[in-house]
């Protein structure tokens, strides 16, 4: 596995090594050992899936401590736009975004620690997204952040018009009125 740091300390791009021949292939998608020598020490307690269709954006959303969560995300079909927002208030990097491609062909996955939103935007027909979490779901802490926040201004790379969003991140507050990480 390759572990590629990105501009926004804790965030990283994770490239397997892909084994292939003409039955098909192989790749490790998590070794704990080589994981936390690489990007940091993690206990996975949650897997997550969902199936979403082109245009879909899914996202901001993060969830506030005590059940704060890492994500590692990676996509099984498809392509996205996988997007992570520093939403730590006396981080250097607060409000900086970082955006990276994963699809079933590149098989990147993407490491985002707490303290982040996190979001993504279907680019392929369809996609199947599946990540791993280090803190249980609660709908008490479970938070969002308006995914066209002027602030934030995430090039989507999509056509506005064209987004689908749910009610919920439609209705998200802005990041000036969120309740985020101190």
Known sequence: ????????????????????????????????DLFEKN???IN?????ESKSKKGVLRGL?????????SKLIRVIKGKILDVAVDIRRNSQTFKKYMAVELSDENKRQLFIPQGFAHGFLVLSD?????YKVDNYYSPKHDKSIR????????????????????DKDRNAPYLKDAEIFE
Do not use: C
């Open 1 to 32: 596995m390759r572990f590629i740091k990105t501009e926004i300390e804790g965030v990283v791009i994770i490239e397997p090594k892909v084994f292939g021949d003409d039955r098909g292939y192989f790749m490790e998608t998590f070794r704990q």
């Open 39 to 41: 990007v940091a020490k």
């Open 44 to 48: 996975f307690v949650q897997d997550n």
């Open 61 to 69: 959303h993060y969830q506030l401590p005590p059940y704060a969560q």
């Open 126 to 130: 369809e996609a199947i997204v599946v």
């Open 147 to 166: 995914f066209d926040d002027p602030e934030i201004n995430i090039d989507w790379q999509f056509p506005k018009d064209k987004i689908i969003v749910s």
